[in-house]
């Protein structure tokens, strides 16, 4: 089972039009409105994979008791705790290419950090992996979410990171399990020329595994003690990008909590991503499109 964290949790409002035109007015076709934020997004596809992840989330203002709502039809099973900033709203553009416009994550006070920690000691037990992914949001610095981290180590759960910068750095230094960026995001972190060279830096720091996104080139699984393993980009696909990567993280674990190899679950993860740019929104994959793409060759 995968318990997945979402500190930075958004409501997720799509609009789509034919053709956005910048400065003027836009009359927009179609609206959707979901809960989002990477974290969630990943839970959201691996229910889609038909995996049942519990979601521990942290939820502020207005939109508390609808998100809530939602989540609860949602997830079998999720734990919602108060938190005095407004949950912030991600806005997807779409008119063939997506624009998107992402607020920054509700500030975390130290007291509801605390009080996220004891929630998520109890929701731990009996967990296999534990998912946190996303821009951290103020009050969550390198140092808390190394904290978080050392906590699940504790009970031996496999603990996922997708996260950015010194917070990317941390996760590795407290021995997370899978770290999870892409190219750019690799090399920013450690101050390399070249992804290589960075995803072995943080090897070097402490992670296990570095699950790391190629783009068009595909993903490489760089693992301590093991040989590097790649896969290609199985079909250029055109649609929405925006939550590729989370699909992308869903489509490997997933693979993992059926007990597949690490060979194809790199196949179930390019996969996944592939199949989540057809998909409007994010957090969503196309099915029947991914079902196809981890057919043997």
């Given at each position: 089972?995968?318990?997945?964290?979402?500190?930075?949790?958004?409501?997720?409002?799509?609009?789509?039009?034919?053709?956005?035109?910048v400065g003027e007015s836009n009359r927009v076709e179609r609206v959707t409105k979901k809960i989002g934020g990477?974290?969630?997004?990943?839970?959201?596809?691996?229910?889609?994979?038909?995996h049942e992840p519990a979601i521990l989330t942290a939820l502020g203002g207005s939109v508390t008791d609808w998100f809530?709502?939602?989540l609860s039809s949602t997830f079998h099973n999720s734990t919602v705790i108060p938190i005095a900033t407004e949950t912030r709203t991600s806005v997807t553009v779409f008119d063939g290419d997506a624009t998107v416009l992402n607020e920054p994550p509700a500030a975390i006070s130290a007291a509801e950090l605390e009080e996220i920690k004891r929630a998520l000691s109890q929701r731990l037990i009996g967990e296999d992996y534990l998912v946190i992914s996303g821009r951290m949001p103020a009050g969550v610095g390198p140092n808390e979410l190394a904290s978080l981290i050392s906590l699940a180590n504790q009970t031996r759960i496999r603990v996922c990171i997708d996260t950015t910068g010194d917070h990317l750095l941390a996760a590795a230094e407290a021995h997370a399990w899978l770290l999870k960026p892409n190219e750019i995001e690799a090399m920013d972190a450690a101050g390399t020329k070249t992804a290589d060279e960075a995803a072995k830096h943080l090897l070097s720091l402490g992670a296990l595994n570095v699950l790391l996104s190629r783009?068009?080139?595909?993903?490489?699984?760089y693992r301590h003690g093991l040989e590097t393993l790649e896969f290609r980009q199985i079909e250029r696909l055109n649609g929405n990008p925006t939550g590729a990567g989370d699909a992308s993280l869903a489509g490997f674990i997933g693979a993992k909590l059926d007990g597949l190899s690490d060979e194809i679950a790199l196949r179930h993860s390019v996969a996944a991503g592939s199949a989540a740019v057809l998909a409007v929104s994010a957090g969503e994959i196309d099915l029947s499109m991914?079902?196809?793409?981890i057919k043997p060759n």
């Open positions: 089972m995968t318990l997945v964290l979402s500190l930075s949790p958004a409501v997720d409002v799509t609009y789509e039009l034919q053709d956005l035109k990477k974290a969630t997004n990943v839970a959201s596809v691996l229910k889609q994979l038909g809530t709502t939602t783009g068009e080139k595909g993903i490489s699984l991914f079902k196809n793409l």
